[in-house]
T-cell receptor, first 110, second 112 residues
Framework: AQRVTQPEKLLSVFKGAPVELKCNYSYSGSPELFWYVQYSRQRLQLLLRHISRESIKGFTADLNKGETSFHLKKPFAQEEDSAMYYCALKWSGGSEKLVFGKGTKLTVNP | NAGVMQNPRHLVRRRGQEARLRCSPMKGHSHVYWYRQLPEEGLKFMVYLQKENIIDESGMPKERFSAEFPKEGPSILRIQQVVRGDSAAYFC??????????FGPGTRLTVL
């Protein structure tokens, strides 16, 4: 079964510190992975997708097929990064549905 | 582009009543997805629709739940005879082609 695991429910760092939000997945085949972010009182929005290999708001994520991981990283966290972060996997069995992890709440303290 | 619209934002129903949740996709999008989020959980896929067609309903409970996306008008998620366990946030997403899904603000359903 396809599954996304975000082991940390809560993560707290200080401003300027590096941050890493963990995501592991189980999937047979070539996965397509995403990070979505939800800021306070805003809707869920796409942060980045692995096939784009881009950096958004200073965040990057590398797909590691050997470790089946897609961790989200930022070298210097900012207070405005405080939000809920969801890792998601696109299911490729004929549907376009996303399988989400439970999310990690990131708090960046001043 | 106003983005994906959902209404109502909050809906309160008593056990046994019907709940109707509406989703208007972004302009030009013909693919709609519904997800449910229970407290302390991630979003769980329910159903994927294109105009007038249900493509994948593998996440829909077998009873009481139905969804449609008519040729004209919004997509509707309908829950008949609601129970307390239906209390959740229901999110709609839309896309053009099978591509990036853009999410609405969600409808928070509370069943008393």
């Amino acid at each position: 079964a396809q599954r996304v695991t975000q082991p940390e429910k809560l993560l707290s760092v200080f401003k300027g510190a590096p941050v890493e939000l963990k995501c592991n997945y189980s999937y047979s085949g070539s996965p397509e992975l995403f990070w979505y972010v939800q800021y306070s009182r805003q809707r869920l929005q796409l942060l980045l997708r692995h096939i784009s290999r881009e950096s958004i708001k200073g965040f990057t994520a590398d797909l590691n097929k050997g470790e089946t991981s897609f961790h989200l990283k930022k070298p210097f966290a900012q207070e405005e990064d405080s939000a809920m972060y969801y890792c998601a996997l696109k299911w490729s069995g004929g549907s376009e549905k996303l399988v989400f992890g439970k999310g990690t709440k990131l708090t960046v303290n001043p | 582009n106003a983005g994906v619209m959902q209404n109502p934002r909050h809906l309160v129903r008593r056990r046994g009543q019907e709940a109707r949740l509406r989703c208007s996709p972004m302009k030009g999008h013909s693919h709609v997805y519904w997800y449910r989020q229970l407290p302390e959980e991630g979003l769980k896929f329910m159903v994927y629709l294109q105009k007038e067609n249900i493509i994948d309903e593998s996440g829909m409970p077998k009873e009481r739940f139905s969804a449609e996306f008519p040729k004209e008008g919004p997509s509707i998620l309908r829950i008949q005879q609601v129970v307390r366990g239906d209390s959740a946030a229901y999110f709609c997403a839309s896309s053009s082609l099978p591509d990036t899904q853009y999410f609405g603000p969600g409808t928070r359903l509370t069943v008393l």
